[in-house]
Every structure is written in structure tokens, then in C-alpha cells.
């Protein structure tokens, strides 16, 4: 029997799998959720509050006082690995668009 060619992506999704599932079963995650889940909103609003003050500083201090097409601009923002973690709160930028 001849071995069976699997596409290179198929091998990147599945070890990023597999990392993803070590770190929610790690100690230090499963500790950040019990303490978020006492009480969500007020760490959502508060993660959205810092996301909001950073994307406007650093909106301002690239850009300043020029014309910029938003969506593009925060496009730019999540694609950076250390801010991508701020995606799923993309509706509470709407206010400021």
C-alpha cells in the first residue's frame, strides 16, 4: 500500500489544533476562565475600554490629524499577532466609527 499525500495545510491546521488544545487545558487558562466567568461583563467591558484607548492612541499617534479609512486601518490592527485577540470585539468599536 502506498502512503497517502496529505496538503501541508492540512498538517499546519492540525497542529495548531493540537496546540490550541493544550493551551485550554492548561492550568493558567482554565484559572483565567473560572475568573472571568464570575463575572463576564465587567471583564468584556473592561477588555473592550483598553482596546478602545489603544486603538485610538495608536490611531492618532500614526495618522494624527489625516483621514483614514477605518476599516482598513483596523484591519491592519487585528492582523498583528499580540492585538488579534481583540477581533470578537469589533462591534464595540462601531461607536467609534
Known amino acids: 500500500m502506498s502512503p497517502v499525500w496529505v496538503p501541508a495545510t492540512f498538517h499546519a491546521a492540525y497542529n495548531f ?6 493551551h485550554v487545558a492548561s492550568e493558567s487558562h482554565v484559572r483565567q476562565m473560572l ?7 465587567r471583564h468584556i467591558q473592561d477588555f473592550s475600554r483598553e482596546f478602545q484607548k489603544n486603538f485610538v492612541d495608536l490611531l492618532r499617534t500614526t495618522h494624527g490629524e489625516k483621514k483614514v479609512h477605518i476599516n482598513h486601518f483596523y484591519q491592519q490592527v487585528i492582523a498583528e499577532k499580540e492585538v488579534s485577540t481583540y477581533l470578537p470585539f469589533y462591534s464595540g468599536m462601531k461607536m467609534l466609527i
Open 17 to 22: 489544533f493540537l496546540g490550541f488544545k493544550c
Open 35 to 41: 475568573l472571568i466567568g464570575e463575572d463576564p461583563r
